[in-house]
T-cell receptor, first 116, second 115 residues
């Protein structure tokens, strides 16, 4: 079974509108972290936002916020006031556990296109 | 230089060549990673180094050989690759051992084409 599922291969949004990118995850570990990265066409993975499994509040970083619904195992990224520069691939990722395996498991990504 | 750098940015090689990818992190982190990103596939972890020791090898073929001489540098030595090895190779680093996010920061990647 996939650990990270991103069901939207592509999304379109009008400039200045808000957009939600979906991410669901699967883990039996009570301690985990969820990450969102942006990958422009240049290839670099840019860290956007982090949510820990024990965090009481949804994470926010500027125009990015994470809608964390633990019971549903979802961690959707909300981008407010979209800009043309937001056009990129967006990846949801998870790190499981406090010790041991530290690497990230990535979803297949969502390509976001912001239209003027 | 800041962050994580990778060289070269682009590499074209034949199947009989030997080449190396270099990654350097300027963040003072103690863990480094190699990931492979093929077309239409999620990023795949290849290797993890923690305090210069390899802690994970994700069933990577032996034609890929990592080297971590110190906590700031990571190499990926390539030899007798196959065309299906063509991909974007991303290096990342993080500060492990601290409670919290242990966010991984990525370099710009090396786009490898094997002819």
């Amino acid at each position: 079974a996939q650990k990270i599922t991103q069901t939207q291969p592509g999304m379109f949004v009008q400039e200045k509108e808000a957009v939600t990118l979906d991410c669901t995850y699967d883990t039996s570990d009570p301690s985990y972290g969820l990450f969102w990265y942006k990958q422009p066409s240049s290839g670099e993975m840019i860290f956007l936002i982090y949510q820990g499994s024990y965090d009481q509040q949804n994470a926010t970083e500027g125009r990015y916020s994470l809608n964390f619904q633990k019971a549903r195992k979802s961690a959707n990224l909300v981008i407010s006031a979209s800009q043309l520069g937001d056009s990129a691939m967006y990846f949801c990722a998870m790190r499981e556990g406090d010790t041991g395996r530290r690497a990230l498991t990535f979803g297949s990504g969502t390509r976001l296109q912001v239209q003027p | 230089e800041t962050g994580v750098t990778q060289t070269p940015r682009h590499l074209v090689m034949g199947m009989t060549n030997k080449k190396s990818l270099k990654c350097e992190q300027h963040l003072g982190h103690n863990a480094m990673y190699w990931y492979k990103q093929s077309a239409k596939k999620p990023l795949e972890l290849m290797f993890v180094y923690n305090f210069k020791e390899q802690t994970e090898n994700n069933s990577v073929p032996s034609r890929f050989s990592p080297e971590c001489p110190n906590s700031s540098h990571l190499f990926l030595h390539l030899h007798t690759l196959q065309p299906e090895d063509s991909a974007l190779y991303l290096c990342a680093s993080s500060q492990e051992g601290t409670q919290g996010r242990d966010t991984q920061y990525f370099g710009p990647g090396t786009r490898l084409t094997v002819l």
